[in-house]
C-alpha cells in the first residue's frame, strides 16, 4: 500500500459509502466509523434520538456488504433465548434439535437494546467477545464476520436497562448520530416529495459491491499500517490521562487503549495512507473512548459531558512530532 492514487481500502470505503448514500443522506463520519469498526473486527453502539435512519443505516451497509443481516427488537420480556436460541424436542425423530436464533447470522442488529434487561444484554456478550454461545452447555461457533450494531435513545430513561460497564466495553466504538445540516434535511425531504420510501427499499437502491476477498485485503492493507514507537507512546499517554483526570470517576482501561491503536489505525487505512499520524488517534477517540469513561457528579452538574472531557485530554497531551 503507497499513498499515491487509490487504494484498496480507500476503493472500498468509497463504493460502500456510494450505495449507502442512495438511502442516507449525509452521515458520512458515521458510515466511516461504522467501516473502521467492521475493518476492525469489532461493534458498534449507535446512539441518536429516533427518526436520524439509524436503523435504516445498518440495513444498507449490511445490503452494500452482502452480508446476512437479522434485527431483534430489544423489549423487557425478551429471554436470552429469544437471541441464541434453544433446543427443541422433536417428536419424530425422538431427538432434541437446535432452533437458533437470531444471533446466528453476519449483521444482528440490536434496536434500542437497553430496553432489555441485564440477563438479556449479557446473553450478547459471549458472542461479541469470542464468537460463539453456549447453550444448554453446548458450543456453537457464530458466523467468523459477525458483527453487531446496537441502538439506542440518549434522551429516553424510561422503562429502560442502562448497559453495564461489561456490556459498554464490548462495543469498539459508540458513535453518535446527529440530526442532519439544512443541506441534507432539505434532499431529504425531496427524496420523499419524488417517492422514496425507506421503508419500502428495492434490490437496485443498494446492491452488494464488496466481496470477502475485498475484505481481506483490506485487512491485510491495515495490517501493513505502520506506526512510529512515538505514536503509539502517544496512544498510551491518552489513555492514561483519562486515569488522572480531575473530571471523571473511571479513566480508560488498557483495552481502550488497544481499541483507539486498532480503530485508529484503521482508519489510517480508510484514508489512504500505509502509516499512522497523532491525526488518526484524534479522529477516533471520542467513538472509541466516550462510553469507557464516568464522569463525576460535579463534572455532570457543571454540564460537562465525556466528549468534552476526552477533547480536553486531547489538547493537554503532548503530540508527538
Do not use: W
Not at 452447555?137 to 460497564?165: C, K, M, R, S, W
Not at 496512544?235 to 487503549?257: K, Q
Amino acid at each position: 500500500m503507497s499513498t499515491a492514487g487509490t487504494t484498496l481500502s480507500q476503493a472500498f470505503a468509497a463504493r460502500v459509502a456510494e450505495q449507502v448514500g442512495n438511502v442516507i443522506v449525509g452521515q458520512r463520519e458515521v458510515v466511516t466509523h461504522s467501516l473502521v469498526a467492521i475493518l476492525a473486527r469489532g461493534h458498534v453502539l449507535l446512539e441518536g434520538v429516533p427518526g436520524t435512519a439509524k436503523t435504516l443505516l445498518v440495513k444498507a451497509l449490511a445490503a452494500a456488504l452482502g452480508r446476512e443481516f437479522r434485527r431483534v427488537q430489544m423489549t423487557p420480556d425478551l429471554m436470552p433465548s429469544d437471541i441464541v436460541g434453544t433446543y427443541v424436542y422433536d417428536m419424530h425423530a425422538q431427538a432434541f434439535n437446535l432452533r437458533r436464533g437470531p444471533i446466528f447470522t453476519s449483521m444482528l442488529l440490536a434496536d434500542e437494546i437497553n430496553r432489555a434487561p441485564a440477563k438479556t444484554q449479557s446473553a450478547l456478550l459471549e458472542g461479541m467477545q469470542e464468537l460463539q454461545v453456549t447453550i444448554d452447555g453446548i458450543t456453537h461457533a457464530l458466523d467468523g464476520e459477525f458483527t453487531v450494531f446496537a441502538t439506542q435513545n440518549p434522551v429516553e430513561f424510561e422503562g429502560t436497562y442502562p448497559l453495564p460497564e461489561a456490556q459498554l466495553d464490548r462495543f469498539m466504538l459508540k458513535i453518535s448520530v446527529g440530526y442532519p445540516s439544512k443541506q441534507e434535511e432539505d434532499e431529504l425531504l425531496l427524496r420523499v416529495h419524488r417517492g422514496f420510501d425507506p421503508l419500502h427499499l428495492h434490490p437496485a437502491d443498494i446492491r452488494p459491491c464488496v466481496t470477502a476477498e475485498d475484505m481481506a485485503r483490506c485487512r491485510e492493507e491495515v495490517l501493513q499500517v505502520r506506526a512510529e514507537d512515538a505514536v503509539v507512546g502517544y496512544v498510551g499517554e491518552v489513555i492514561r490521562a483519562t486515569r488522572s483526570s480531575p473530571h471523571l470517576v473511571l479513566g480508560c482501561s488498557p483495552r481502550a487503549g488497544v481499541m483507539v491503536l486498532l480503530a485508529a489505525k484503521t482508519f489510517a487505512a480508510l484514508t489512504g495512507r500505509d502509516f499512522l499520524i497523532p491525526d488518526d488517534v484524534k479522529a477516533v477517540a471520542l467513538p472509541a473512548l466516550r462510553h469507557r469513561v464516568i464522569l463525576r457528579p460535579e463534572a455532570d452538574i457543571e454540564g460537562l459531558s465525556a466528549d468534552d472531557v476526552i477533547r480536553a485530554v486531547l489538547n493537554e497531551v503532548p503530540v508527538p512530532r
